[in-house]
Each structure stands twice: as structure tokens, then as C-alpha cells.
T-cell receptor
Framework: AQSVTQLGSHVSVSEGALVLLRCNYS??????LFWYVQYPNQGLQLLLK??????LVKGINGFEAEFKKSETSFHLTKPSAHMSDAAEYFC???????????FGAGTRLFVKA | DAGVIQSPRHEVTEMGQEVTLRCKPI?????LFWYRQTMMRGLELLIY????????DSGMPEDRFSAKMPNASFSTLKIQPSEPRDSAVYFC???????????FGEGSRLTVL
């Protein structure tokens, strides 16, 4: 069965610092992997997705993620945090050929001025 | 283009009452998902449909929950009778099954007293 583990329920960084949000997945077949962002009182929005093309995926708002099969990881990074990046971030997995998308528990990102 | 539309945005009801949540997916999308979000359990997949047919309802917590998709442009999630532990934000999301990325509505916040 597929699953997603996000390490760290809260991450705090200073404005301008590197953002690193960790995600590990478990899947019996090559997966699709996603990062979503949720701002307060809103639904989730897609940041980026991996679908077995390039292993380094670039998304919106300067975020990117690297698929590492050997580590079963799909960590999200951004070189320089902005105050507007403060939100909750969810990693998600879907098996190719399936419909079911499973989400991690989420990581809340705090950005300090 | 309109996104996924959910109604009501907020619902406060008393234990034992019937609750109906509504969702209009994005036109042309062929998959629809209902998720529940709580602080304790995160985002849980309740049920999903493909081409209006329920594919997997294993996430529906109890028989008190039911979901229908009578046509490609409308779905309902019903709770009868409602209980305080059903209090949560319920999200509807739609997608093209081929691409996998989910488009979320803004959610329906349910409070059962």
C-alpha cells in the first residue's frame, strides 16, 4: 500500500534562508508524487508534481523538489524563504495507473522576519 | 474558468441532524474526491469517483456517511445522523484521471454541536 511520511510537523526558518521540507514515500510501483500548499481557510493548491520525467521538478513560487528513488524521497526546497511562504505543505503520492491520492500529515512552515 | 465549487462554506448543526455537502467539479474533469481534514487525523480520503462511478469508498468512516455523483457536474456527501466527532473541514477535489493533479474547492467547515 502506498504511504507518505513527512518529517517534522513544524519547520521555522528566517526570511531569506533555505527552506527544506522532507517527504519519504512508500509505493509498490513507480509513483506520481506531488507537493501541495494550503493557506489558512483555503483548499490545497498544487506546487509541483513528479511523473517520471525529470527527477528535478520545478514548481511555482521558486520551489523545487528532487525525486530520489534510492532514498524513496521527494524533498521540497526553496533557496530563499519569503514571508508569503508561511503556510502548510503537503506531500502526496499516487500510483501510476491508479486514482487514489494519499497525503502526508503536513508540515507547517513558519518564516521569521 | 471556475474552480471546484463547494457549498455550504460553513455549517453549524446539532447532533442527530442530517447534513448534506455539495460539490461542483471543474467542467471536463472525470475524477472526483471527497476528503476530510481534522487536526488529529490530517487529510483523509473518504471516497472517490471516476466517470461518476464510486471506485473506492473504504475511507468512509461509517454507514452514517454516504456520497453520490448523479452526473458529471454534481456530487453530494451526506451524513445522517451527524455526531460531534464529524466536525471537520470537508474538501471536494476534481482531476483528470490521466494527469493526477487535484484541484480543491475551498472546503465546507462543519461543526456539529
Amino acid at each position: 500500500a502506498q504511504s507518505v511520511t513527512q518529517l517534522g510537523s513544524h519547520v521555522s526558518v528566517s526570511e531569506g534562508a533555505l527552506v527544506l521540507l522532507r517527504c519519504n514515500y512508500s509505493s509498490s510501483v513507480p509513483p506520481y508524487l506531488f507537493w501541495y500548499v494550503q493557506y489558512p481557510n483555503q483548499g490545497l493548491q498544487l506546487l509541483l508534481k513528479y511523473t517520471s520525467a525529470a527527477t528535478l521538478v520545478k514548481g511555482i513560487n521558486g520551489f523545487e523538489a528532487e525525486f530520489k528513488k534510492s532514498e524513496t524521497s521527494f524533498h521540497l526546497t526553496k533557496p530563499s524563504a519569503h514571508m508569503s511562504d508561511a503556510a502548510e505543505y503537503f506531500c502526496a503520492v499516487r500510483n501510476t495507473g491508479g486514482f487514489k491520492t494519499i497525503f502526508g500529515a503536513g508540515t507547517r512552515l513558519f518564516v521569521k522576519a | 474558468d471556475a474552480g471546484v465549487i463547494q457549498s455550504p462554506r460553513h455549517e453549524v448543526t446539532e447532533m442527530g441532524q442530517e447534513v448534506t455537502l455539495r460539490c461542483k467539479p471543474i467542467s471536463g474533469h472525470n475524477s472526483l474526491f471527497w476528503y476530510r481534514q481534522t487536526m488529529m487525523r490530517g487529510l483523509e480520503l473518504l471516497i472517490y469517483f471516476n466517470n461518476n462511478v464510486p471506485i473506492d469508498d473504504s475511507g468512509m468512516p461509517e454507514d452514517r456517511f454516504s456520497a453520490k455523483m448523479p452526473n458529471a457536474s454534481f456530487s453530494t456527501l451526506k451524513i445522517q445522523p451527524s455526531e460531534p466527532r464529524d466536525s471537520a473541514v470537508y474538501f471536494c477535489a476534481s482531476s483528470l484521471a490521466e494527469t493526477g493533479e487535484l484541484f480543491f474547492g475551498e472546503g465546507s467547515r462543519l461543526t456539529v454541536l
